[in-house]
Structures are given as structure tokens and as C-alpha cells.
């Protein structure tokens, strides 16, 4: 049943075990005047607010998400918090008296100091108290879960967590972690400065207690301020700084009174009885209760804020840091990309300066050629072809324009077309070859003789006279990328021994010609060698 409402995951087990453990905690008959509380009511207001949970998470979230419209997701939210609220009133008046009402309310009032009755109407009194209550407390609670259920929507966070932590543990150090400590023991010093000159009373317990919330919404605060300073959006980030400072405020009216009144701590709070110093003359119970939350935020109000502020100031000293980041790494990978230019342009000039080595004058070379050419014309054709295509390669290898990087595919493909017949015409046409070529090549540029090595070394070390093993080569090319596979089988007894320096070469001028666009995969076993190129255009 859960697997189908809910992600069936760790994440989905926390986040339930969280809720769960909070709405026990905070709706637990601690004084045992609710006799059927406990056993019926708590129950039915667990499943109500697991209800709820579903709701934000299959609604509220998804209609956020895809900006249908704010009206309409604000139209949701007060029908929720309508039903919500409507069903665990309902679930109050059946499984509460009024009687039962009465008497806890007398023991606040006790507790708070007065141990007078109110003097209002019993049924009323539970009507106004419930409806004031769940006004105030059932929007809140939808607004937590809506945010809960967006996180609990997001996908990988685990890997999310490892990676942030991967990002920050280097940040950290112990001498990192020692100022963090300083700084928050001089911050609970500053707090607590006037007391402690002044000699009013300090309880430990509570004072550390309640520092715990300022502690986790400054990184929130944090964390949050920088998300939108990091995108300029500087008025929402201290807006949301504003917002925060108010939540922290209830949270820690919220957790002083589960201290004091669950835990039994001394409700001793800036040297002050926070519930010693509420008015008792008369006053009913909701008003007292009222009372103690406003001298909790009158107390906790100021503190808050300056923290929240620091928080802003220093998530702002951050996103400038980070801007200035920014810019280092722009100009450090404007400066690679320009070494990684001028170690491609040296690469291109030291291959030609190495093939003008070779060259003992061109022009007598290629002049030669025609000679012999022209005179085995009358003697053989293929011999005639044989010396055509040799010169034709020796010329395109020279490249006539050297000015370029990057030469026409339809030239590189002519080069492979030359370099297989010349072979053929060598062993007769008895080689087994299936080369296709499949695109638009015309308009296509990539770097000089980068596809002939893997040819040449097919060529090599291959077995190419079996009809049903031929050399495979085929080129194909789309709008996106150009992907170049070579396959042959390799030609069993004795061979050449391969110094891997063409493969080498190539996977070098990828990386300087291709930077990130291109996958070489080459497969090597004792029967087949085949090598893939594919280079994003």
C-alpha cells in the first residue's frame, strides 16, 4: 500500500519515522485528562496528518512545480487546511469531554501560576481555544509539509549529499572546525555577557538547549542566502532572511516549552523566570499562555535577528568570493584553451617540418613520377594507375594547403579510396574489402590524415584474403557527429611487431583537435581487431 503512495526508499523511511516520532511527541496526553486521547484520538491524528503529508505530496508540490497558477495553488492549500482542520476538530469533540477539557485546562493555568479556573464558559472556551489553535498551527503545519514533500520529490539524494560532502570536506580542517567552535562559544558569551556581570541566574542546561535552533537556521540561512545571491536576486535574499528570523522564533518558543513543560528543565531563560513573571490576577489560561510565548520571543527576538545577519552578511562575503572564483577559473580556462591552441598550431607546423625532411625536392619527386608514369603507359595499365595513385597520395600527404587544420572529408575519403586501390593493385584485387560511406560529406572538415593510420594499420597486420572475414571499413555521418569503424582479422604466423606509436599519435591529436568531442574504443582480442571513432562535428 505504501509502495504505491510512496517512493518505496530510505529516504521516504526517515522522512515518515521523523513525522511520526514529531506528531506522537507533540500530541501525546502528557497529563492523562484525556481518557480516550491516547488511545483513539492520537491515532486517527496520526493517519489525518499522513493524509495531509499525501495530499502536499501529490498536489500541492506537483501544481507548484509545473506553475499552473498561484491561484489555484493557493485555492488548494486554504481547501486542505479547511479539511485538515475540520476533521481534527471533529476528532477532538469525539474523543474529548468537556469536562476532561476543563480540567487541563485549570492544570496550565496552575502551572502557569494562577490555579484559578476560567471563569469563561467550559464549551466555549474548547470551541474558541481549538479553532484559535488550529487557525494558527494547521497552515504552518501543511507549509512544513509541502516543503518536506518537495525535498522528499527530488530524486538521488544520496548522491546529492555525497557530492556536497565531497565538495566541502576539503574546505574543512581542524583548524577550520576550531575557529567554528570559537565563534559560537563567543557568541553564547555575548548572550549571556549581561547576565553573568550582572549576577542573575544562568541554567546551563537550557541556555546551551536554546542555542541548538539559532545554530541550525544560521546555516539555512546561509545556505539559503547564497542560493539567491549567487543569482542576484539580493531583496529576496534578505526577505527570506526576514522570514527565517520569524520561524526561528516560533521554533523557539516551540522548543522552550517542550524543555520546560516536557522535559522538566528550568524555565530560567536570560537570566529571567519566563513563567514567574507573567501576570496572575485573573487572567485566563490562553491568556498566560500567550504571555509566556511573547517573553520567550521578546527574549530570543533581538539575539535571532543579528545572527540571521551575520548569516546574510556572511553568505554575501561569500557569493562575492565566490564571483571572484568565477572569474579566476574563466580567465585560467581561457588561458588552457589558449595553450592547448598553441601547442595544436606547434604540433601542426613540427608535422610539416618533419615531412619537409622527407622531402628531397618535391617538384623533381612529383616530376619523376609523371615520367614514369607516362612511360608505363605503353607497357601496363595497372602499372600506369599504380605510379598515378602513388603520386596522388604523396601529394595529398604533402597538403598543398598548409595553411589549414582542417582539410575536406571528400579529400580524406579520396586519400582512402587511392590507398585501397594502389593496395589491390598490389595482390592482384584479390583483398577482400567492404568500405561504405553513408552522409553528406561534402560540407564536412576534420583534421588531415586522422582515418588513413587506422586503415594503414588493417593493411598491416591483417588477414584480408578471406572472402568471409573481409576488412571492414565504413564512414558515416550525420548532422551531429562523423563515426569512422575499422574491423579485420588478424593475420595469424609471424608479423611485424607494433610499436603502438600511429594509435599513440592519433589519441594525441584527438585530445588537441577534439578536446571532450571525441570516443576512440578500440577492441583487441586474439582473433579480430576492430577501432571506432566517433568525433562530435
Do not use: C
Request: aromatic share 12%; proline share 2%.
Amino acid at each position: 500500500m505504501i509502495n504505491k503512495l510512496l517512493p518505496a526508499n530510505s529516504k521516504t523511511g526517515v522522512i515518515l519515522g521523523v513525522l511520526t516520532a514529531a506528531i506522537i511527541i507533540s500530541a501525546w496526553d502528557y497529563t492523562g485528562y484525556f481518557s480516550q486521547w491516547n488511545a483513539i484520538g492520537l491515532p486517527v491524528t496520526m493517519l489525518l496528518n499522513w493524509a495531509l503529508y499525501l495530499f502536499a505530496y501529490h498536489v500541492l508540490v506537483p501544481v507548484r512545480r509545473l506553475h499552473i497558477s498561484r491561484i489555484k495553488f493557493g485555492a488548494l492549500f486554504v481547501a486542505g487546511v479547511l479539511l485538515f482542520s475540520a476533521s481534527s476538530f471533529l476528532v477532538a469533540k469525539l474523543t474529548i469531554s468537556e469536562s476532561e477539557y476543563s480540567a487541563s485546562a485549570a492544570h496550565v493555568g496552575e502551572v502557569l501560576g494562577t490555579g484559578k479556573k476560567s471563569v469563561m464558559h467550559r464549551d466555549s472556551t474548547m470551541n474558541r481555544d481549538y479553532i484559535m489553535g488550529m487557525m494558527v498551527v494547521n497552515p504552518f503545519t501543511l507549509l512544513l509539509y509541502v516543503i518536506i514533500a518537495n525535498y522528499h520529490r527530488r530524486n538521488h539524494w544520496l548522491l546529492r549529499l555525497d557530492r556536497w560532502w565531497k565538495n566541502e570536506k576539503y574546505s574543512l580542517s581542524w583548524l577550520h572546525m576550531v575557529w567554528l567552535v570559537l565563534g559560537w562559544v563567543l557568541w553564547l558569551f555575548l548572550t549571556i555577557f549581561s547576565n553573568i556581570f550582572s549576577g542573575k541566574p544562568i541554567v546551563w542546561s537550557t541556555t546551551l538547549l536554546m542555542v541548538l535552533p539559532s545554530v541550525i537556521f544560521f546555516y539555512i540561512n546561509l545556505k539559503t542566502s547564497f542560493s539567491l545571491l549567487i543569482k542576484n536576486k539580493i531583496v529576496l535574499a534578505l526577505l527570506s532572511s526576514l522570514a527565517l528570523w520569524v520561524i526561528l522564533v516560533v521554533v523557539k518558543i516551540i522548543w522552550f516549552f517542550l524543555l520546560t513543560k516536557g522535559f522538566g528543565l528550568p524555565s530560567i531563560l536570560n537570566g529571567v523566570d519566563v513563567f514567574q513573571t507573567i501576570p496572575t490576577d485573573g487572567k485566563s489560561s490562553a491568556y498566560k499562555l500567550g504571555r509566556a510565548f511573547g517573553r520567550v520571543a521578546s527574549i530570543a527576538n533581538s539575539w535571532d535577528l543579528v545572527i540571521l545577519l551575520i548569516s546574510f552578511i556572511y553568505g554575501y562575503a561569500r557569493k562575492s568570493e565566490q564571483y571572484q572564483q568565477d572569474l579566476r577559473d574563466l580567465a585560467e580556462s581561457r588561458q588552457k584553451e589558449m595553450l592547448k591552441q598553441k601547442v595544436l598550431e606547434k604540433e601542426v607546423l613540427d608535422a610539416r617540418l618533419q615531412s619537409l625532411k622527407y622531402q628531397i625536392n618535391p617538384h623533381f619527386l612529383f616530376n619523376s613520377l609523371n615520367f614514369l608514369y607516362s612511360q608505363s603507359l605503353s607497357l601496363s595499365d595497372d602499372l600506369a594507375r599504380a605510379t598515378m595513385l602513388l603520386s596522388k597520395m604523396m601529394r595529398y600527404g604533402l597538403q598543398e594547403n598548409n595553411d589549414e587544420a582542417k582539410v575536406s572529408l571528400v579529400d580524406e575519403i579520396e586519400h582512402l579510396y587511392n590507398f585501397i586501390e594502389f593496395n589491390q593493385l598490389r595482390f592482384s584485387n584479390y583483398l577482400q574489402i567492404d568500405f561504405s560511406v553513408q552522409g553528406q560529406v561534402q560540407i564536412r572538415r576534420i583534421m588531415p590524415l586522422l582515418l588513413i593510420t587506422f586503415v594503414e594499420n588493417a593493411f598491416k597486420y591483417g588477414e584480408l584474403h578471406q572472402e568471409e572475414f573481409p576488412l571492414q571499413i565504413h564512414l558515416k555521418v550525420d548532422s551531429e557527429k562523423l563515426v569512422f569503424f575499422v574491423k579485420n582479422k588478424i593475420r595469424s604466423g609471424p608479423k611485424e611487431d607494433s610499436t603502438g606509436i600511429g594509435i599513440e599519435n592519433i589519441k594525441r591529436r584527438l585530445a588537441l583537435g577534439y578536446p571532450g568531442k571525441h570516443i576512440l574504443s578500440i577492441q583487441n582480442d586474439s582473433e579480430f581487431y576492430a577501432s571506432e571513432l566517433t568525433i562530435i562535428l
